[in-house]
């Protein structure tokens, strides 16, 4: 849902990036759930938000000094799930895709979605090789996440992702 920055002041606010698709509808969902990478999620609450430039900066409960927020900077931001409104028909969360099993052209078994990657532009799955493909391809890879050119069907009961790519894309 969005990201901590580095601390902003003297009073432990942190600048704060906002991943939904209004910025500030991050704000509206309660309780926040904050990470670091690999470590476990830790429950926050946010007392007070502000705009700042693009961003926003925030004060959560867990830092009240400058030393404090540093200690979350880079922290991914997550709520429950069970916050998220439903979604329409034909269309999914991006982290619905996570674990789905990715299939390529002529329905050879490219791998598996270990990680969505979104910068703005089109997602990015983060596709872990399969084990027919490891002897060939050892390093992760990314397929864009294009509805219609590239995506050509999603199935989340199955767990699988079609797309028009090849081994040796």
């Excluded at 209004?22 to 969902?29: R, V």
């Excluded at 991914?76 to 996570?98: F, H, M, N, W």
């Excluded at 027919?132 to 397929?143: W, Y």
Aim: net charge negative.
């Amino acid at each position: 849902m969005g990201a901590l920055g580095s601390s902003f002041g003297v009073y432990g606010w942190m600048k704060v990036r906002s991943y939904t698709q209004q910025p500030e509808d991050l704000f509206d969902y309660s309780p926040w759930f904050i990470r670091q990478r690999g470590a476990e999620w830790r429950e926050v609450q946010v007392e007070e938000y502000k705009p700042h430039g693009n961003d926003f900066i925030v004060k959560l409960d867990v830092a009240s000094t400058p030393e404090e927020a540093k200690l979350y900077a880079g922290a991914e931001i997550g709520i429950r799930r069970s916050s998220l409104p439903p979604v329409p028909e034909g269309t999914v969360y991006l982290a619905d895709l996570v674990g789905c099993q990715v299939i390529g052209l002529e329905g050879v078994m490219l791998g598996k979605v270990s990680r969505i990657r979104d910068y703005g532009a089109a997602p990015l799955m983060e596709v872990s090789p399969s084990d027919h493909l490891a002897k060939e391809r050892k390093e992760k890879f990314l397929i864009p996440y294009v509805v219609g050119p590239i995506v050509k069907a999603v199935d989340l009961n199955a767990k699988t992702i079609e797309v028009e790519w090849g081994v040796d894309y």
